[in-house]
């Protein structure tokens, strides 16, 4: 082959010497040599281009250029001369060019070529080729990002929490539960220019954006890099995402992964869903968080109710309340009217007002000055308190739900009567000295009034809420003591009475007789009636006074306990229970079924106490107590059991029960409380181990009781109230809850 033929003959060539003699340490080989191979014909020949010293001697002493892809062949170390083979003979097989094909790319930087600073200036090619390379590394992470980015399932915690608030019966505010001062509104009731003044303020191109501005994200990055603000560059869908979905950190991470949710969501929710979500949840300062809050926080109104003028006042906040809330500084005052100007100017600008309107509103809507926190002082909690617990029993609300606020809760309770019936225990409660009398110690008052028709306008629960929690008007450890007769008294004239077994019931009016004497053995059916030890039980009148023969109806009126015991046995304890029951008590409030029954060993709280007793108010109909008339969520009306009346004694049963309370305040036991005016009933009661006093009574169609005990902070057991007040003849303090229920009834509204 022609090209074994060519490496023998450089083999060859490389044996010898310059002279043409073989190489050093071969003497006497042949001085001649092949010459240089061809092939059969110049069309076949393949000529590698290997070029020797020696070759190159015999042209003229040239070698071959480097440009024509030829490598020159070094001497070996150690030849003996030009061209000449190694003391070793080895030899370096050339290699073959590589075609343009198999060249390596490489980037010309420093360029060749170039000189001086123009070595260091890239060509287009390479500034055009950097900056594709960039542009499409970006866009891939961009968009590997934006698919991995999800929109969050959940609201988080911040943006969903809220306050529920709760409203007088007037529909002023009464308080505030939850961490948050927020109230979600639907956007229908945002009137349409306040909304625009938030676009004009915030973002005019709301509506035609992608929910992105790209020259305000480059601003606002360029701005984060550099320690500025950021907020500049959010359109109101990427403020939303923050609000909602992520936090306030300022960051470049947060910054991109609010923009990519922010795409994604634009696509997903309608343009006016997200900016109700954004109007939900801003901060408008003075603690307050959504439009509607605010509308209160700076104007004592509704949202519906805002004006284009107080909604560009409104829209100023969202550059930062701090800085615009006009009654922190007049540095404030000055920021916020210029601010306010340009938002009706922007307004007109973007056409969303037109000018005549705008040069009709030339007076700064003036906010008022920051309310007082509403706390839970006071009564406030233990009216709160009710009102939740009503919710919870009379809705479908978990209480996980509502713990998440949102709720508009408008109760019964009437500001001034509950001001009134604190002031009147009040009166009472500084006659007592804690201090210096162990009996005034540990002393618990609850009072509640209830209108005929269950609403309950008034309670006392306490000293304050916050530095006593349990509820005294909703109590359920007081014993009624003797203000439980009327029921039983109720129960006889209802029922009828059974004296003897076998013969059927028989009638009672107000004026049948009974045995008014003290110490009288009370009667069964079959006899008398024994107690475990053996020994016929008796009533006991207070202070051992016998009365005789005494009317039913006298011994309602002064409080005379044997007939009224008697009275109980003869009906049966299960029937005064039941007719309890349907007055107004609880069935849980009831013990032991025993002839103490009839003497108020039941422990109903206060309010249903009143309740009960709202029933004769009411000529026999009874409307279950309740605290809540409406309730909402956002402004939307949400289901609640409203109770309505119903028939739980004749007409004619209640008014003489009715009759009996009245004279009892006109000339009987409760005379002390006669002066409170046309209309007024009631009775005193105390329990037989002097461990309660109460009062309750009406006037007109409002009940009200009050109860007052002691309780034993370490057993939580009733104590004795003799001597409360100081009282030398150890009497029970039984005056204390007639003074309260009388001073309350003369000034109450």
Known sequence: MRIGKLFAAAKARKSR??????????????????????????AHTITLGIVTPGEAAARGGHLPPRSAGVPATPAAPGATGQGGATGRGRRRKARPRRGPSLRRPRIDYPRAGRRGVRRWVPSWRLVLGTFLFVLGTLSGVAGYAYSQTEIPADLNDFATQQDNVYYWADGTEMGRTGQINRQATALKRVPEDVRWAVLAAENASFYSDSGVSPT?????????????????????????????????????????????????????????????????????????????????????????????????????????????????SDANHRRAVERWEWVLDRMVEIGKLSRSEREQITEFPEPRKPPKPVGLDGQTGYLVETARAYVAAHTDIEPADFDLGGYQIRTTFEKPKVESLAASVKEVRDDLRPKEREADRELHIGAASVEADGRIVALYGGPDYVKQGFNDANASNVPAGTAFAPFVYAAGLQEGVLKERGESRKTITPATVYDGDDKAALQTPEGPYWDRGGKIVRARNDGGKSWGDISLHQALVNSVNTPIMQLGMDV???????????????????????????????????????????????????????????????????????????????????????????????????SAAGDVGPGAAGKAGTAQDRTSAWFVGYRDVLATAVSISRLDPRTHELLPLDGVGGDPSGKTGAGYPLAIWRDYLRSSP
Do not use: C
Request: proline content about 5%; overall charge neutral.
């Open 216 to 328: 305000g994200m480059f601003r606002a990055v360029t701005r984060m890099v550099t320690g500025g603000d950021t907020q500049g560059g959010s359109t109101i869908t990427q403020q939303y995402v923050k609000n909602a979905y992520l936090n306030q950190r300022q960051d470049l991470s947060r910054k991109v992964t609010e923009m990519f949710i922010a795409i994604k969501l634009d696509n997903k929710m309608s343009k006016d869903e997200i900016l109700e979500g954004y109007l939900n949840t801003s901060w408008f300062g003075r603690g307050t968080y959504g439009i509607q809050r605010a509308a209160y926080a700076y104007y004592r109104k509704d949202v519906s109710e805002l004006t284009v003028s107080e909604g560009a006042f409104l829209a100023t906040l969202l550059k930062g309340a701090g800085m615009y809330d006009p009654h922190l």
């Open 572 to 670: 049966g304890l299960d029937r005064v229970r039941r007719t309890a029951t349907t007055a107004g008590l609880l069935p849980s409030s009831f013990g032991e079924q025993v002839p103490a029954l009839s003497l108020g060993t039941a422990k109903p709280s206060a309010i249903r106490m009143a309740s009960a007793y709202a029933t004769f108010a009411a000529h026999g109909m009874h409307t279950e107590p309740y605290s809540v008339t409406h309730l909402t969520r956002n402004g939307d009306a949400v289901p609640l059991d409203v109770p309505s009346g119903r028939r739980a004694l004749r007409a004619e049963v209640a008014e003489a029960v009715d009759g009996a309370l009245k004279d009892s305040l006109r000339t009987g036991a409760a």
């Open 17 to 42: 010497g310059p002279d043409g003699s073989d190489g050093p340490g071969k003497p006497g080989a042949s001085a001649a040599a092949p010459g240089p191979a061809t092939g059969h014909d110049d």
